[in-house]
């Protein structure tokens, strides 16, 4: 049986494709990608990572089941715990400061896609809100489990790989998805159609960060 999340993903796939086939995951795998790019990339991630937690929690007040809610605020609490945590080590690593980080311009992309989530929710349906969050988990994990089998020559860029491969990230993807899936139920075909807009729009943000990445982009008009 085809599932909504099936359904969804398949809409998205060319824009997923493209994400495995960017050069900053090429690059990342064979160890090459500039480490100024790799440290632009953490910067804005880190903020990307923190507004996501927090909507974890906005989320979680909007639902009314319990079990959903425990999960979305155990994401938001393993958010700080697993993947921000690890981000310190790198951090430390690359001497990125929190002066730096507070200083840093978030980028139009950085920006745009945590307004999108945003959006989906104040201006939309928890069930879209959620439909948005599933990109994130679904297809760097999909990512993790095709570099993992190659690994990077580069140390701290197969850590960033190994950290979407473990068990407990993939059993948090698959309870993502089915958390999307008793969504779907919880609307109709109209509110389906939205959840589906959410999530190309996050597939589509997912593959524009690594660009914003590799172009460092900026809100000049010029870079
Ligand atoms: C732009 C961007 N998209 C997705 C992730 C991956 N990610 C962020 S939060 C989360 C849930 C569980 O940790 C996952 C998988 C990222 N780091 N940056």
Redesign the pocket.
Known sequence: MTTFTDQIHQSAAPLWQKSFEHPFIHELQAGTLPADVFRYYLIQ?RY??SE?GKLHELIAQQVDNAQDKAFLLA?AQ??KD??IAVREGFFEQLGITDDELASTPIAPTAYN?VNHMYAELYRGTPQQAIAGLLP??W???QIGQQLVAQGSPDQLYQRWIET?DSDD?TQ?VDQMIALTNEAATQVDAAGRDKMQTAFVRSSAY?LA?WQMAMDKQNWRATA
């Open positions: 991630d990307y990572l996501f994401g393993g958010l697993g993947e896609y994130c988990y297809l760097y994990n979407y990230y948090s997912e960060f």
